[in-house]
């Protein structure tokens, strides 16, 4: 085959370029390598961590905190720092990023501890003894620990809420009990509290009962100091009969308003009677304890707070027979649900219910 004279300088052309082509070394992916994450803890109780993570080749770092709604922090430096909220033991979780997007990720769990604020011993309080009654029982939370022949830890999710109920967020300290609710992620929940029971421990039928106790603040918070009857096992709610001695929800002035109720099942459907009682002058019941109360009888409930009575129901129906039986304590804080609504930027966590006592007469 033969080429004319004009066609050879282009041929040679092209053998130069794609020979070139051949001869050039292939771009280099970039890795990111050796990330590395140090972490400095504060030793002052505000939960101020210092973060300091390096790689080589990063151009990017991503930090997940590890509190449940945290957003993640992007910087094109790894030096950074987070005050959490509350105690507890948290996974932090860094991503590296090289120019071409790839990464490398490191998680460690962290131990923070937060100094609470303290609780003020102010607001109402009742006495030990009544004329013509016994104290037959109490709770005065001493020590740093429950009493386990006393309650039960109920774990897990209820109701249509947010919260995921877990024994970790009870603590006894300083003769109160506090039942902390904060923004934790658990088994598809996003919020933790606890929840305690004295089912199958502790059962009482009439008698006064006094429970003082400083609530929590905030929309979305639905604290509860309550009562289940002991058929609850076996014949199920609201045919087991329930005593609200108090409940309260957060949010919009709520918060001022202790309600007193109770359910029942009247053929075949669940009913409910109730009073509320609220407080005045822009005062909420998260400022200070007060004490809520029942004074049960064969024949009525009556409901008090601070000693002023608020609310009566006569029990001598016979619909309104379970009223008539033994009846266990439900001491909890819920975060969500139909009535208190879901938490919004507004809302505080952590909070927490604190209880001082629970005693009963007879």
């Known amino acids: 085959m033969k080429f004319s004279k004009d066609f050879l300088p282009v041929v040679l052309i092209l053998l130069i370029f794609f020979g070139c082509k051949e001869n050039e070394e292939p771009q280099q992916e970039i890795s990111v390598r050796n990330l590395l994450v140090e972490t400095i803890l504060s030793t002052d109780g505000s939960g101020l961590v210092t973060f300091r993570a390096t790689a080589e080749n990063a151009i990017k770092f991503i930090f997940y905190f590890g509190e449940g709604l945290d957003e993640p922090l992007t910087l094109t430096n790894g030096n950074t720092t987070h005050t959490y909220l509350s105690s507890?033991?948290?996974?932090?979780?860094?991503?590296?990023?090289?120019?071409?997007?790839?990464?490398?990720?490191?998680?460690?769990n962290i131990s923070v501890q937060?100094?609470?604020?303290?609780?003020?011993?102010?607001?109402?309080?009742?006495?030990?003894?009544?004329?013509?009654m016994t104290l037959v029982w109490q709770d005065e939370f001493v020590g740093?620990?429950?009493?386990?022949?006393?309650?039960?830890?109920e774990l897990g999710p209820?109701?249509?809420?947010?919260?995921?109920?877990?024994?970790?967020?009870?603590?006894?300290?300083d003769g109160y009990l506090i039942i902390k609710a904060k923004v934790e992620k658990m088994e598809g929940k996003i919020y933790t509290?606890?929840?305690?029971?004295?089912q199958n421990k502790k059962t009482f039928k009439y008698g006064r009962i006094d429970i003082r106790a400083l609530m929590p603040k905030g929309k979305g918070l639905f604290?509860?100091?309550?009562?289940?009857?002991?058929?609850?096992?076996?014949?199920?709610?609201?045919?087991?009969?329930?005593?609200?001695?108090?409940?309260?929800?957060?949010?919009?002035?709520?918060?001022?308003?202790?309600?007193?109720?109770?359910?029942?099942?009247?053929?075949?459907?669940?009913?409910s009677y109730g009073g509320k009682?609220?407080?005045q002058n822009g005062k909420v019941l998260g400022d200070e304890f007060h004490v809520y109360t029942i004074v049960w009888t064969p024949t009525e409930i009556k409901w008090y707070l601070d000693d002023e009575h608020y609310h009566t129901i006569d029990i001598t129906p016979a619909d309104l027979v379970p009223f008539t039986k033994e009846f266990f304590f439900i001491f909890n804080v819920a975060v969500g649900g139909e009535w208190a609504g879901s938490p919004d930027a507004s809302t505080v966590f952590p909070q927490r219910m604190v209880v001082d006592y629970v005693r009963v007469f007879q």
């Not at 507890?88 to 460690?108: I, W």
């Open 277 to 279: 009682k609220g407080l």
């Open 88 to 108: 507890g033991t948290y996974t932090v979780r860094v991503q590296a990023f090289s120019e071409d997007n790839r990464s490398v990720e490191k998680s460690q």
């Open 193 to 198: 509290s606890s929840r305690l029971t004295t």
């Open 114 to 132: 937060v100094k609470e604020l303290p609780i003020s011993p102010t607001g109402y309080t009742t006495p030990t003894s009544y004329p013509g």
């Open 223 to 271: 604290p509860a100091l309550w009562m289940l009857g002991s058929s609850f096992s076996t014949i199920g709610w609201p045919k087991c009969g329930e005593i609200d001695i108090m409940e309260t929800v957060g949010g919009g002035g709520r918060d001022s308003v202790a309600y007193g109720t109770v359910h029942w099942e009247f053929n075949g459907q669940h009913v």
């Open 158 to 173: 209820f109701n249509n809420e947010l919260q995921y109920y877990k024994q970790q967020n009870t603590t006894v300290e």
């Open 144 to 153: 740093n620990q429950l009493n386990p022949s006393h309650w039960n830890y």
